[in-house]
Every structure is written in structure tokens, then in C-alpha cells.
């Protein structure tokens, strides 16, 4: 493999036009840092603008009758819901990720038929596993939040007393993929349901969540989906869950009638209702900008883009700097791969640091690996040999060795 | 009253620069509206701009550690508590309103001392008494949300059994505002605590949550503080409460080491462990402009204005329009009123499309009420004068009677 197959697969690439899409840095940088934060659609900057001066100075509260602050959400949802195979209406565009996952985590807690154990790993992300350790320290009739070292931990763990089982989808740092309709199989045979974390999936790797019969799904708008630093996150019900009772979070946008102020609480019907207060109607404005392009995006070119991205990523890590020390850690197998792949140095830090330097944006997690977070609908093939060939230039002149590079950012 | 004394009040007016510090819309629309959405600071689209390219498109992932991502809420609590008496530290800027609202509600619930009832009135804003409905829903050991009809009954059911007094400062009907001092020491003599939505008081009005000994308060960003139209919320703890258990949603925000990635969840010191998950960064970044007007402004200075233009605004209201049906609402005690003032007319529902007509932006609310919401900041004294005057030509002339206002918008 070399720097003209690259050209040449870039050639082919079905998705290529979407990269003037997503805005290019002035330098050359290349960032590979998807995974933690998605690029930025070209369009936002004049949104944000005419949104401020017609908008916000022009309509100030008439905005919520005159604009479609209040349907932006549900547009959001609908235009990625192809993304994770949700069906149309079911995707609920509100909040950040914790809260959705305390919303949605309390919601699969008393739709359970059974069970005290909710069962997670020590691979879900942090802020995944203190949502669950808070439902277990609050009250005596809460669930205990069991987590497992090891992945067949987990799955010889499920049982009977499994009342819900909660897990990133892909990991955050390996980027490990789960066998989601397995689990789902396994759990709804104890009696149990489901709730996935699809932050390091949706965007990059399919995901089927009523194929794949899963109960609930949270997952982050900023990273892959390119919602903007900060932005609202989403959460999906299964309809057969839907009205199961209230949501976690009684508020106005999930009341049956957001504008007559009734003072009695009544759910709005299906997902809607997991809506809480007031949408983050820029931050939604922003998102929006994300789901123009999304609605665009065929899901199997997209998915096809992102293992042929990552099968390359590897293959080059190996070739050019296997020899120099890195050890790739990611699965091989693409069906056990989430957005991103992950390898290890033994100088890793130093090494992210050399690599910010020479204009390449990955990720350090300690103590000793490495991640390349990989945006299908901007990322070229020819992007990734660069990256890597800097990478190799960085090993090879033993430059990461430098004193400036030893003081290592998160 | 005329308009010369009117514009003589303007130039005696001590805040009168500030006006400059937000964006006049193009029309000569005059917006009486704060008490739903407040002006724009002028600097918000130039941040906009230099936040999306330099941050988000140069920085990507780094802008975690590179940018005040992470610092931003804090900043933006201590830039507004003086105007709350809050003390510093004490103000958690994040999530919308009503997620606050289930935060703090919920954490008061468990931190009481004995009770069984959140005790509320129907005065409160819905999404208020949807918040203490949903907790009475959802568990047997639950509170139960006892929704009292009137200010009378409310104070006189406070007893042995409530846990929770739970309570908007301003109605946001009416603009009644509530004597805090007072509700807190007879909720205090029973047993309970107390907590406070700030929504339609801070920026306008004297609050003085410590002076006042409150115990917890939330409130929202996008009314009179200018937060931008669907911004961050913020929440208030006593520090006396602050460390009295874990937080609601525990977070990784709320977590002692955001950094450290541990799997076990051990909350930060102080109010701080009430935020949830990932801050909304570029709505932050829209709240901080007007948080660095906010720590500019002298809070008496504030207040001082405010209850002149509310004054105005009475005393206006019933010399122009008394004679043409307008009642005033909102009591003529200062120390009883909120944010704004509000009057009824048989026909304000077209009264109130007929003034958007003519470039007077109020609120209707059924079944005849209007609102005039009185943002201390960018109104000046000959605003009130011109808005008034409008209105009356409106019920002068019997235009509010034609055809095209008889469809009334929310």
C-alpha cells in the first residue's frame, strides 16, 4: 500500500463530495479526532449569524411561534435516525448524554419485568458508569449497578436477577464493538432489557436497533454526527416502550400540550415525551446544520467508507510503523471494531504530543495508547497515509523523545 | 406623565450606557418581551464566528484543554450571583430549567428533614408542577405534590408534614412576586425546606437567597439574563446543602477528577457536583457575553431602574389606557411585584396582535391578560412612553377589532 492506492481509492470514493461539505482547518492539519469531536458543517457560521441578527434581534420570543425552534428536535432525530436503524419519530434530540442515560437508565429500571442487577462493564464510559452508580445509592429500592471486568464477565453474569444490561456500544478506548443483537438475545431471555450507549458508533459503524431488537439507546451529537462542541445528545425508545409509563423528567415539551399551560401533567404519545424542558434551540440550530447533511448520506456507502477507512488505518499502522514499536489494539475482525482504532507505543504520550505538532489531532489515553477517531464523510484515504507517514517520520527520528514532547495533555 | 419627563428620566438615568451593549433590532420595534426572551449582547455573532473558526475548525478535540470550555459555567454563575445573592461558587450554570428543576427538587427531597409534601401552588409555571407531579409518580417512597389554589391556602397548609415548599418568586402570569424571607422562616419553623424557581426575578428584581436564608433555587438563562434563546439553566445550593449527599444525575462533571477516567463515581466538592455531563459549550460561550455585561452592572443600580419602569409603566398604563378598558394586574406594591407587568382588557388577544402590528412586542395570556416583560438593561424610559402610546391609538381607533387580529397566536 502506498500514497497513489490511496489517491486511487479516493478516486473511487462514492462519498467524496461530501467532504467540501465539513469546513477544511487553514493549516494542514489532520484530524483524527472524531470520536471525541466531529467536524464542523461548512454552513454553520452564516446559520449562527442570520440566526442572531432575523432571529434572536428581530423575533426575540416570537421565535418559538414564528421559527421552528420548537420542531428542530424532532427534524434532528428524524434525519440520523437511519444511522442506527430507528424508525422514523423515535429519536428524542434533547440534552447531554449523562442526562439522557439518567433519563433513560431510571426509564428501563421500572419497565423491567424483573431483576435488582443493572450489569455494565469497567469499559463503559466513566460518566455511564456514575449514572448508575447514583440510581444505586439513592434509594433502597434502586438497583444495584454490578460492573464487570471483562467482557465474558459480563456475559456468563447475565441471569435472572439482571434487570437491565448497560453498555457502550463501541469502547472508548479500545473501540471494541459489541455483537449488539447477541446481547440483546441473551438479555431478553433472562428477562431482562437493554440500554446502549451508541456515542462511538452512530456515524461511523452500522448499527440496527430495531433489527437488532434493542430496548434503549443514548448516544452523543457532538462527536461523529458533528453537532458542535457541547451539543444536545439524543435518546431512542423502542416503540413497544415508548408509553410505558412517565418519563423519568416530567416537562413541558414532553406534556401532551405544550401551550396550555395545564397544570396537571399528562405525557405526550411515543418518544416525544422524554423530551424534558426547553430545547437548546441554537444548539439545535447548529445541529441541524449536522442533519442537512445526514438526511443526504446513503448509511451503507457510509458504513462501507468507514471500514474501508479503518482497514487501511490498520494495514498502514503495520506496515510503516510496526516495525517501530506500535502494536495495533483494535480488533482486526471489522465486525468487532466500533469508530475507531486504537494502538499502542510504548511512548504513546510523547508520541500524541510529537503528532500535535506535525499536525496530526489524535488522542492519548494513558498509560500507553493511542486513538484515530475516523469521520467517513470527510476524511480522505490519502488523509490517513499522511497521517501515518508523519507518524512513522515522528518514530524513526526518535523524535517523540524530545524534551518539549514529555509533558503530556490529556 | 408626558414624553419630555420621559426622556428627562432617560438622561438621568445611571444605566443608560448599557443600552448600547445590546443589538436594537432594525424596525423600531420596541420589546416587552425580557420576561420570554432578552436582547442580544452585541458581541454575541462576532464570538459566534471566532469560536467557530478558531475553536471548533482549528481546534477540534483540543479545545477541551486548549479553550475555557470547561471553566465557562462557573465563570458565568459567579458573573450573575451578585445579582442573586449567592455568594461565589455557589451557582451552577447547566442543563435547561426544568432539568434543574428535577436536580434540585429531588436532592431537597433528600436531604429533608421529615415531610411527605412538596408543597406548591397552581401559580407556579407548569413545567414546575409537572417536575413535582412526575416525582409523586414514580415511587411509593416518593413525595407527594399537594398544588395548593391560592397564596392564602399555601401559607397556611405549611405544617408538620411538609418536606418541601416549592415555589416560583414571580408568578409568571400575573408578576405577583412572593415575600422570600418570609416563606423561608415559616418553612423552616415546620421542618422543611425550601426551594425557589428565579426565572422571572433575577435580572430584574432584589433577590438575596442568602441574606433570605433559601435553600436551594434554579433559573433560567434566556428571560432577563440574555442568555440566548434556549441557553443554559442555572441552579443555586446553599452551601449548607451543598455536600449533603450525592447529586441527582451523577455525572461525569460532577465527578471529584473529570480527567481521570476512574470508574468509580466520588462527587466534587461543593455545588459544582450538581452539573451533570458535558457542558453545552457554544451556548455557554453565547451566555458568557451577557455574563460579562452582567459583572459590570451594580445590582442596586439594576433594581432601581427596574421598579422605575415598572412604576412608569403602572402609572402610564391607567392614565393613557384606564379610560380605554385596561386594567393593571400586577399589585401596585412594589415590593409584590416580579419582572413585569401585567393588565388585562376584554379583547387582549387582538389587543395584543394589533401591537405587534404595530411593532410592540408583548405577551397574551389567556383568557384576557397581557404582559409587558421590562428588561432594565436596553429599555429606556421613552420606550414605555412610545409603547404605551401605541397601545392606546390601538384602543382608540377600535383597531384591535379588524378581522386580520382576530386570530390570536400564543
Given at each position: 500500500m502506498?500514497?497513489?492506492?490511496?489517491?486511487?481509492?479516493?478516486?473511487?470514493?462514492?462519498?467524496?463530495?461530501?467532504?467540501?461539505?465539513?469546513?477544511?482547518?487553514?493549516?494542514?492539519?489532520i484530524f483524527l479526532d472524531a470520536n471525541s469531536m466531529g467536524a464542523m458543517p461548512v454552513t454553520v457560521p452564516e446559520r449562527l449569524t442570520s440566526f442572531c441578527t432575523d432571529q434572536w434581534v428581530e423575533l426575540r420570543r416570537q421565535g418559538w411561534t414564528h421559527s421552528p425552534w420548537l420542531q428542530r428536535p424532532g427534524q434532528i432525530g428524524d434525519a440520523i435516525a437511519h444511522l442506527m436503524g430507528a424508525g422514523e419519530g423515535n429519536v428524542v434530540v434533547s440534552d447531554n448524554t449523562t442526562v439522557n442515560l439518567y433519563k433513560i437508565l431510571t426509564y428501563a429500571w421500572r419497565a423491567r419485568s424483573s431483576?435488582?442487577?443493572?450489569?455494565?462493564?469497567?469499559?463503559?464510559?466513566?460518566?455511564?458508569?456514575?449514572?448508575?452508580?447514583?440510581?444505586?445509592?439513592a434509594h433502597q429500592d434502586q438497583p444495584k449497578a454490578h460492573v464487570c471486568s471483562s467482557r465474558s464477565?459480563?456475559?456468563?453474569?447475565?441471569?435472572?436477577?439482571?434487570?437491565?444490561?448497560?453498555?457502550?456500544?463501541?469502547?472508548?478506548?479500545?473501540?471494541?464493538?459489541?455483537?449488539?443483537?447477541?446481547?440483546?438475545?441473551?438479555?431478553?431471555?433472562?428477562?431482562?432489557?437493554?440500554?446502549?450507549?451508541?456515542?462511538?458508533?452512530?456515524?461511523?459503524?452500522?448499527?440496527?436497533?430495531?433489527?437488532?431488537?434493542?430496548?434503549?439507546?443514548?448516544?452523543?451529537?457532538?462527536?461523529?454526527?458533528?453537532?458542535g462542541p457541547g451539543g444536545p445528545a439524543y435518546l431512542w425508545v423502542h416503540p413497544r416502550h415508548a408509553e410505558k409509563g412517565w418519563p423519568t423528567i416530567c416537562g413541558w415539551m414532553g406534556h401532551r400540550d405544550v401551550f396550555a399551560f395545564a397544570t396537571k401533567y399528562e405525557p405526550l404519545a411515543g418518544a416525544g415525551r422524554h423530551a424534558t424542558g426547553t430545547p437548546a434551540v441554537i444548539a439545535d440550530e447548529i445541529f441541524f446544520c449536522a442533519?442537512?447533511?445526514?438526511?443526504?448520506?446513503?448509511?451503507?456507502?457510509?458504513?462501507?467508507?468507514?471500514?474501508?477507512?479503518?482497514?487501511?488505518?490498520?494495514?498502514?499502522?503495520?506496515?510503516?510503523?510496526?516495525?517501530l514499536g506500535v502494536t495495533v489494539n483494535t480488533p482486526r475482525d471489522y465486525r468487532q471494531r466500533g469508530g475507531h482504532i486504537g494502538f499502542s507505543h510504548p511512548g504513546a504520550g510523547p508520541v500524541s504530543e510529537a503528532l500535535l505538532e506535525?499536525?496530526?489531532?489524535?488522542?492519548?489515553r494513558r498509560p500507553n495508547s493511542l486513538r484515530f477517531g475516523l469521520g467517513p464523510l470527510y476524511l480522505s484515504f490519502e488523509d490517513i497515509w499522511e497521517a501515518i507517514a508523519r507518524l512513522r517520520q515522528i518514530l524513526e527520528d526518535n523524535r517523540w523523545q524530545d524534551e518539549r514532547f514529555q509533558q503530556v495533555s490529556v
Open positions: 502506498d500514497r497513489a492506492a490511496c489517491q486511487r481509492l479516493d478516486q473511487e470514493d462514492p462519498l467524496s463530495r461530501f467532504r467540501a461539505r465539513f469546513m477544511s482547518p487553514k493549516k494542514d492539519t431483576g435488582t442487577l443493572i450489569l455494565t462493564e469497567d469499559g463503559n464510559f466513566p460518566t455511564d458508569l456514575y449514572v448508575a452508580q447514583g440510581l444505586g445509592h464477565e459480563l456475559v456468563s453474569r447475565i441471569g435472572a436477577d439482571t434487570a437491565v444490561v448497560y453498555l457502550s456500544h463501541a469502547d472508548y478506548r479500545t473501540g471494541e464493538r459489541w455483537d449488539m443483537a447477541d446481547i440483546n438475545r441473551r438479555a431478553h431471555a433472562a428477562g431482562a432489557l437493554t440500554v446502549w450507549d451508541l456515542s462511538h458508533s452512530t456515524g461511523a459503524i452500522p448499527v440496527d436497533l430495531i433489527g437488532d431488537d434493542a430496548d434503549f439507546a443514548v448516544g452523543c451529537g457532538y462527536k461523529y454526527l458533528s453537532g442533519a442537512e447533511i445526514w438526511q443526504e448520506v446513503d448509511q451503507n456507502l457510509l458504513w462501507a467508507k468507514h471500514q474501508a477507512l479503518g482497514d487501511l488505518t490498520i494495514e498502514l499502522l503495520e506496515q510503516e510503523c510496526g516495525p506535525a499536525g496530526v489531532v489524535g488522542s492519548f
